[in-house]
């Protein structure tokens, strides 16, 4: 079971991101999905994350401006970042975890993947 995540790069403050999660190995239409980030020198936080129904919840810091979405018939969860800051700037990784419901603690996820850098200039 493997995640592939990809869309990350290099943009400007006010631009905009869209990263994509793929999911290999195994569907996970029935899985709670999330997205991480890890900033240099930072704990790993909390970014975003969607029931497999479609229940989602966001971290303040991100609301309004970022929107998580599934498509479980193509077996993947992508996240559309827009009005980015440079304090985004971060390795984003996507995390699935084994039951319906999204939460926000990284410890409830089992799968993870390779994470994707994004970085913002002011």
């Known amino acids: 079971v493997q995640l592939q995540a990809s869309g990350g790069g290099l943009v400007q403050a006010e631009d905009y991101l869209r990263l994509s999660c793929r999911p290999s190995?195994?569907?996970?239409?029935?899985?709670?999905m999330g997205w991480f980030r890890q900033a240099p020198g930072k704990e790993r936080e909390f970014v975003a994350a969607?029931?497999?129904?479609?229940?989602?919840t966001y971290a303040d810091s991100v609301k309004g401006r970022f929107t998580i979405s599934r498509d479980n018939a193509k077996n993947t969860v992508d996240l559309q970042m827009n009005s980015l800051k440079p304090e985004d700037t971060a390795v984003y990784y996507c995390?699935?975890?084994?039951?319906?419901?999204?939460?926000?603690?990284?410890?409830?996820?089992?799968?993870w993947g390779q994470g994707t850098q994004v970085t913002v200039s002011s």
């Open positions: 995390a699935g975890r084994r039951y319906t419901v999204a939460t926000s603690s990284l410890y409830d996820y089992e799968y």
């Open positions: 190995g195994h569907t996970f239409s029935t899985y709670a």
């Open positions: 969607i029931s497999w129904s479609g229940g989602i």
